[in-house]
DNA sequence: TGAACTTATAAGTGAACACTTATATAATGT
DNA sequence: ACATTATATAAGTGTTCACTTATAAGTTCA
């Protein structure tokens, strides 16, 4: 791997809130408005940053009716370190139960 | 270890010109006068980027003399996954080696 | 068709970043 | 003391970053 391939890499990677949305994906897919709840963010913000971790390739997309469905990309060459970085960080506080018992949970189909 | 502190840590291995300074003190500890001439950068912007190295404590100095000879921080916790990244990086053009046959290789004593 | 919903994009903003040049600090050797 | 050497810091600059608000684009369903 390349200096500037690594670069992009870490870079994408290396913001607190990305690394949240993350270990989210860790545990399941989820689409922006999952996020949205769960991260005290706007639907921009988070599709932005879901931009930049597609560039990296860290995550893929898949387009599902109106929602647009996103999962860690496990193909990755890095996948393994990844996953093991993030599995160093706390839990959120704000979990996928916490959705789904506030009914918030979206089933998209 | 919580995500602000992650987030130091790869914000500062996340640039091209650090990887390359961390790859170098894989081989072994250098001073400041010797990056510069392996790696085309000046002075301060070394320095600079030894700072910023220092500060998310992936390295140590230690000063002889007139030099600072800066060393790779064996006691971080993600110790051995920076060695594993930077095993994926090729090797730089210009190497220590090279150094000693321009006779630039400092003996910092 | 049109309203509701989900997501993406555009434009703007203040902060951080990676450099530059100039200068200060500190140790060495004559 | 003075010149040389090695490093650190300061100030300035253009770029990137992570957001914001506003709006556009696309899907679903009445």
């Known amino acids: 791997m ?3 391939e690594m670069e992009s ?3 994408a990677i290396g ?21 949205t709840e769960l991260m005290d963010m706007t639907q921009p913000a988070i599709s932005q940053h879901m931009r930049k971790l597609k560039q990296a ?6 387009k599902r009716g109106r929602w647009t469905i996103w ?5 990755h060459s890095l996948y393994p370190m990844l ?9 959120p506080e704000r979990t996928v139960e916490t959705l789904i018992a506030e009914g918030k949970k979206v089933i998209c189909e």
């Open 15 to 35: 913001d607190h809130n990305r690394m949240l949305i993350l270990k989210y994906l860790t545990a399941e897919s989820l689409c922006i408005c999952e996020f």
């Open 83 to 91: 996953i093991h970085l993030l599995s160093l960080l706390p839990e």
């Open 9 to 11: 890499y870490l870079k």
């Open 71 to 75: 999962s860690l990309n496990i193909r």
């Open 2 to 4: 390349e200096y500037l």
């Open 57 to 62: 390739e860290l995550v893929t997309e898949e």
